[in-house]
């Protein structure tokens, strides 16, 4: 069975900052890490290798600097990486990011079927949860989004059941291959590298595929051009100026804390205030 995850190389958003004066963001400085959600993807990915057998190709859309995400995913234990690269994929949105991978995919294809696709539920600078679906919708497969487990796979009958977080409960869900998974944060234990994939991956080749060798067949779909989405500002949040207040404490008792703090908390919402008490006054 042939797995493809698709990954990207974002900023580390502990220590990203906004410019004071243009409101954008200051990405200098800032190191660069694979997005934490698609780490749980690799793994869902390589934990199914291991009981199935088969093959894991990372893949990446990204400048040349995306190369070292794809080399740590070789370590974990992927078994080739394709950063699929050109100067027209540049200022790509969601739309566009979708188009391109989903095209390198479909190449990808013809050299080894693809059974299953992976990625993260979303990433940590966009969070727009779109290049998922939007790859799935292009090569018409199933997909199951915001998994939490991977129950079953049958490759010979082209059948996965995996379990899927929704509102109020759990969703265990059966649906035919190949399919596109969306991996939720937490839904397995990321492994190290061992010390020979890091050698491995020290050595291996980085496929570079271009707009042609990616299969682009409409250029005016993909960089600026194919991207509708339009950012107009960029912000950090405003420092709050209240100080903060406090809160007397008796040690003797115990229940002063609380109870002033509540009083504090009615006194500055008086609607819930008079809820409350037009409740006690029902109940008596």
Same mark, same amino acid.
């Given at each position: *069975?042939?797995?493809?995850?698709?990954?990207?190389?974002?900023?580390?958003?502990?220590?990203?900052?906004?410019?004071?004066?243009? #409101?954008?963001?200051?990405?200098?400085?800032? $190191?660069?890490?694979?997005?934490?959600?698609?780490? /749980? !993807?690799?793994?869902?990915?390589?934990?199914?290798?291991?009981?199935?057998?088969?093959?894991?190709?990372?893949?990446?859309?990204?400048?040349?600097? +995306?190369?070292?995400?794809?080399?740590?995913?070789?370590?974990?234990?992927?078994?080739?990486?394709?950063?699929?690269?050109?100067?027209?994929? +540049?200022?790509?949105?969601?739309?566009?990011?979708?188009?391109?991978?989903?095209? !390198?995919?479909?190449?990808?294809?013809?050299?080894?079927? @693809?059974?299953?696709?992976?990625?993260?539920?979303?990433?940590?600078?966009?969070?727009? +949860?779109?290049?998922?679906?939007?790859?799935?919708?292009?090569?018409?497969?199933?997909?199951?989004?915001?998994?939490?487990?991977?129950?079953?796979?049958?490759?010979?009958?082209?059948?996965?059941?995996?379990?899927?977080?929704?509102?109020?409960?759990?969703?265990?869900?059966?649906?035919?291959?190949? !399919?596109?998974?969306? *991996?939720?944060?937490?839904? #397995?234990?990321?492994?190290? =590298?061992?010390?020979?994939?890091? /050698?491995? =991956?020290?050595?291996?080749?980085?496929?570079?595929?271009?707009?042609?060798? +990616?299969?682009?067949?409409?250029?005016?779909?993909?960089?600026?051009?194919?991207?509708?989405?339009? @950012?107009?500002?960029?912000?950090?949040? =405003? =420092?709050?100026?209240?100080?903060?207040?406090?809160?007397?404490?008796?040690?003797?008792? $115990?229940?002063?804390?609380?109870? #002033?703090?509540?009083?504090?908390?009615? #006194?500055?919402?008086?609607?819930?205030?008079?809820?409350?008490?037009?409740?006690?006054?029902?109940?008596?």
């Amino acid at each position: *069975m042939h797995i493809v995850v698709c990954i990207k190389q974002v900023p580390d958003s502990a220590h990203i900052r906004v410019h004071p004066v243009t #409101n954008t963001i200051m990405r200098q400085g800032v $190191p660069a890490i694979i997005n934490p959600y698609d780490l /749980f !993807a690799i793994e869902a990915a390589l934990r199914l290798k291991d009981q199935l057998g088969g093959r894991v190709t990372v893949m990446s859309m990204g400048p040349t600097q +995306a190369e070292p995400a794809l080399r740590k995913a070789i370590s974990l234990g992927c078994d080739e990486a394709i950063l699929v690269t050109d100067r027209i994929f +540049a200022g790509a949105d969601t739309l566009a990011t979708s188009y391109v991978l989903a095209s !390198a995919i479909r190449t990808l294809d013809k050299e080894m079927p @693809v059974g299953l696709v992976f990625t993260g539920k979303q990433t940590i600078d966009g969070d727009t +949860a779109q290049v998922g679906p939007g790859i799935a919708k292009r090569l018409d497969m199933q997909l199951l989004t915001y998994v939490s487990r991977i129950v079953e796979v049958d490759p010979a009958q082209r059948r996965i059941v995996v379990e899927r977080r929704a509102e109020g409960g759990v969703q265990v869900l059966e649906t035919a291959m190949p !399919a596109l998974i969306t *991996m939720l944060e937490g839904s #397995n234990e990321i492994r190290f =590298a061992s010390t020979p994939g890091m /050698f491995r =991956a020290a050595r291996a080749t980085i496929r570079h595929w271009d707009r042609n060798a +990616a299969g682009i067949e409409d250029i005016k779909l993909v960089g600026l051009k194919g991207s509708p989405t339009i @950012v107009s500002r960029v912000f950090g949040p =405003a =420092a709050r100026a209240e100080k903060a207040k406090p809160i007397p404490f008796d040690p003797a008792d $115990p229940d002063s804390c609380a109870n #002033n703090l509540l009083e504090r908390l009615l #006194n500055e919402m008086p609607k819930v205030r008079k809820e409350l008490e037009q409740r006690r006054s029902d109940t008596q």
